[in-house]
Structures are given as structure tokens and as C-alpha cells.
């Protein structure tokens, strides 16, 4: 984050990158995109929340490119590497939010189910797995069971839900979805993804082949979604407006290139992202690991340092939830689970996903994390960017739309 305040002054109510900013859920959403989609392709039933048909009428060919870390208030950063994408910024450029927690995992369900977390059960990037002390890490999830001493949750059985792919399908929509290879069969792609032909696509370049090679397969209505994951990789390792970073918005502006000038005259391109990003400084890194006072009555701990789940040990939770309010102070938000879904930043959860969500939720603010040294993978302590938590840098995403 560089303190640019974005592209629009205050979208969704924010004044500022850091200001709290609420999951729209129902309107102007990540969720609502691909619902959109399907109703400007004529499947029977789907709503268009974004109001997506009268400006599309015509379009029979649909492709959704997800890039992820690239944020509504990361696009000011972006613009001197990427003229593409700025031009279309300004030219169509709308602020949608994503869902909470502000997560790839999470806001790829989203995309991919048209549906709020609460519902699909997707519910953060680390989660407990309910009657267990085991934490479920949802981008390694395994979509087979087969073999495993432990085996990961079931992926359709954890995440319910159809998928706006299956809908489509059925409706007689030819559906692909463009990925990295080492992303097919995985437990995350069968929750966000079922029901589209996987492609496996490494690179700017092999993405752009294969997204354009499936949009223009076939006469009948077609939808193909691509995930380019670089800018949101760059902004952790190196930071927002890195030269690594810098490189990678390069690279997605070359993209948008091939895609932009390569849509059949009846398609339409739809970019948008699964959360922003922003810079941590050193002195506001919380470590619970190496605080006796944020381990007490603590069972397990889940989410990720800027979205903690705590999981307490029996009668523990207004300990923990005291001491952890006592030690972060204005840092965070410290809450019960009751709170934070009575407050609706998962929309309704079932009771089915309710112990999924710590019993004990922390909520960073501002530019702040709390690591978990010693139970976390390593590499979390070292990175520069994160995500997650409830601000406008974070959760504030693009729509940009482009007809052929």
C-alpha cells in the first residue's frame, strides 16, 4: 500500500485504504459476478444483481479473469506499469467487494458459487476441522481421500453448495476453466470449480492461449474463467510496489492485451480480484507464539495473521477473548463468534459451519498482524504484504467489462 486513496473517492463508505469496509453481499460482491454472467448468457433463473444484461445484450460468450492481490486501491500503484488496464479502469471500472475473510480460499468459493462464505463454508484460509484439533489449510487441501492416514474433508461435502459452472452447464453453456496445472483435481478446485473442463495454463502467455482457445471453441454460449495468481505472490514476497510487483502488473497488463484484442465480436471480458493487499511494517507484527498471555485457553489457532480463529480450550473464551483485547488493544477487533456473525461479515451460516469459525474471532485494523512463529509455515513471518482482514484496502476489488 502507498496511501493512495484509489481510483474513486470513498467507495462503499471508506474515506481511506485503512477504513473499515462491509461484504456486499447480495449487490456489489465478488459473489454476485458470476450470477451476472449466467444471466447475460440466458440461464434460465440466474439473477443479475450487477445489472449486467442491458449492457451486454448480444454477448453469448463470456470469459471472468480472477487476478489475485490486485485490489481497488492498488490500481492508482498500478497505472504507470500497466496503460491497458488503467484505459480500462477509466473506462469501466467499478468497485465490487469481496467477502470476508478477504482470502484467496475463500473469495474463489465465492466467485465460484455465487454464494457468501456463510453459506458455502469456505470459511478463511486455515480453519479448524470441527471435533478435531486438525487445521485444514484450504489451498493444499487434497481433493482425494484415497490412502491418506488423515484424510482431508470430503471437498463436496465440506463446500455444499452447486457451482455457477454446474449451472451453466446444465443449461447447455460450454464451460472451462483455466488454471495453473498443479491447481487441477485439488480440494479448492472441486469446491470453487466443478462443472468446468479444466486447462492446465502456466504463465502470462499459456493463460491467454488457452482462455482465448476455449472462448472461441464452439458457436453456442460459452463461459471460461482464468486465474492469474503473480501480483498477489510479488505483493507478499516483495511488497506493493515492488519491483517484483511492478513486473507482475506488467505482465497482467500484456495479458489483458492478448485477451482485450482477442474477443470474438459476441464476447465479452469481466476482470475482477479476490481481495487487495497491504504493506505490514516490522514494528506492527504481533506473535502469539512468543506471548504466554495470547497462547492461554488457547486450543487451536487457525485463520491467518490478519483474520485469527481462536479455538479455546472449555469455559476459556472470555479469558482469551480479555487477554487478547487486553494485549492488541487498537490493533484489533477481539469478538466472539456470535458477535462477528451476528455483525454479517459471513452473511447467514448454517449450523452446519458454525464451529468452523474460531470461538474467538480477531480482527486486525490498520496495518497490523499477529504471526504465529512456531505453528505457522515459516515464510508467513517474512512476508512484506498480507491480506485478510476488513479494510477498504483489502476488501475493495475491481469490475472492469469489455465488449468485443
Do not use: K
Request: aromatic share 6%.
Amino acid at each position: 500500500m502507498t496511501g493512495s486513496t484509489g481510483p474513486a473517492a470513498g467507495p462503499f463508505g471508506a474515506t481511506g485504504p485503512l477504513d473499515l469496509v462491509r461484504p456486499e453481499y447480495g449487490g456489489d460482491s465478488l459473489a454476485d459476478v458470476l450470477p451476472s454472467a449466467l444471466a447475460v448468457l440466458g440461464v434460465p433463473g440466474a439473477p443479475d444483481p450487477l445489472g449486467l444484461v442491458g449492457p451486454m445484450a448480444g454477448v453469448r460468450r463470456i470469459a471472468v479473469l480472477l487476478v489475485d492481490g490486485l485490489g481497488w486501491y492498488q490500481l492508482p500503484t498500478a497505472a504507470p506499469y500497466a496503460p491497458v488496464l488503467t484505459d480500462l479502469v477509466a473506462r469501466t471500472g467499478r468497485p465490487l467487494t469481496s467477502g470476508f475473510p478477504s482470502t484467496t480460499p475463500t473469495s474463489v468459493v465465492s466467485l465460484g458459487t455465487g454464494a457468501a462464505p456463510g453459506a458455502h463454508g469456505v470459511l478463511g484460509f486455515r480453519v479448524n476441522v470441527p471435533g478435531t484439533d486438525r487445521v485444514l489449510t484450504h489451498i493444499n487441501w487434497s481433493g482425494a481421500t484415497g490412502g491418506l492416514r488423515t484424510p482431508d474433508p470430503e471437498p463436496r461435502r465440506w463446500q455444499p453448495l452447486p457451482t455457477q459452472w454446474e449451472l451453466a452447464r446444465a443449461a447447455g453453456v460450454a464451460v472451462t476453466v483455466v488454471s495453473r496445472p498443479e491447481h487441477a483435481g485439488s480440494g479448492l478446485t472441486l469446491a470453487a470449480n466443478s462443472g468446468g473442463d479444466y486447462r492446465g495454463a502456466a504463465g502470462v502467455d499459456g493463460l491467454a492461449t488457452e482462455m482465448l482457445a476455449a472462448l472461441t471453441a464452439g458457436p453456442g454460449p460459452t463461459l471460461v474463467s482464468g486465474y492469474h495468481p503473480d501480483i498477489d505472490q510479488q505483493g507478499h514476497l516483495t511488497g506493493v510496489d515492488s519491483a517484483g510487483w511492478r513486473a507482475a502488473v506488467t505482465d497482467l497488463d500484456r495479458l489483458l492485451d492478448r485477451l482485450v484484442g482477442g474477443l470474438p465480436a459476441d464476447a465479452a471480458l469481466l476482470v475482477t480480484a479476490d481481495h487487495g493487499q497491504l504493506n505490514v511494517p516490522p514494528d506492527r507484527r504481533f506473535d502469539l507464539d512468543l506471548d504466554p498471555r495470547l497462547r492461554a485457553g488457547v486450543r487451536v489457532v487457525a485463520g491467518e495473521p490478519r483474520v485469527r480463529y481462536l479455538h479455546t480450550e472449555p469455559g476459556a473464551v472470555d479469558d482469551v477473548r480479555a487477554a487478547w483485547t487486553e494485549v492488541l488493544g487498537p490493533a484489533a477487533w477481539v469478538a466472539s463468534r456470535a458477535e462477528a456473525v451476528a455483525a454479517g461479515w459471513f452473511g447467514p451460516v448454517p449450523e452446519a459451519h458454525l464451529s468452523r469459525i474460531g470461538d474467538v474471532v480477531v480482527c486486525c485494523r490498520e496495518s497490523y498482524v499477529v504471526l504465529a512463529s512456531r505453528t505457522d509455515a515459516p515464510i508467513e513471518a517474512r512476508l512484506v504484504a498480507y491480506h485478510g482482514s476488513w479494510t477498504a484496502a483489502e476488501m475493495t476489488i475491481p469490475l472492469l467489462t469489455v465488449r468485443g
